[in-house]
């Protein structure tokens, strides 16, 4: 079975092993806790000084990138995850380099 589409259904009906199983869970587990990270908070963090910088507001830099506003808050707020398309969009909306964010990432022990 393809692991990419693995669903709850399919480890509730132990359609796939014992090592699938847990490899799916606790990616999902980690994936969770990821949100409470330091790098999550120091990512939303630095996304918020970001659009500070440059005197935005949620609102205004929702428009810019065509989304509701609430969804910048909820970035900032940490209520929601944002993909790396997303952050590349983000940052180039704000002129900002997504590397360097990245590699203070990266320094985080």
Request: net charge positive; aromatic share 4%; glycine share 4%.
């Amino acid at each position: 079975m393809n692991k990419s589409k693995l669903t709850q259904s399919h480890i509730k009906n132990r359609h796939v092993s014992n090592l699938e199983t847990r490899y799916h869970v606790s990616i999902i587990e980690a994936m969770k806790k990821s949100i409470y990270s330091q790098e999550s908070n120091l990512l939303r963090l630095w996304l918020t000084n970001q659009r500070k910088k440059k005197r935005l507001t949620q609102r205004q830099l929702a428009s810019l990138l065509g989304i509701h506003h609430s969804i910048i808050g909820k970035i900032e707020t940490g209520e929601r995850q944002i993909n790396v398309v997303e952050l590349i969009w983000y940052c180039k909306t704000l002129g900002v380099d997504p590397v360097d964010v990245i590699n203070r990432l990266q320094l985080m022990d």
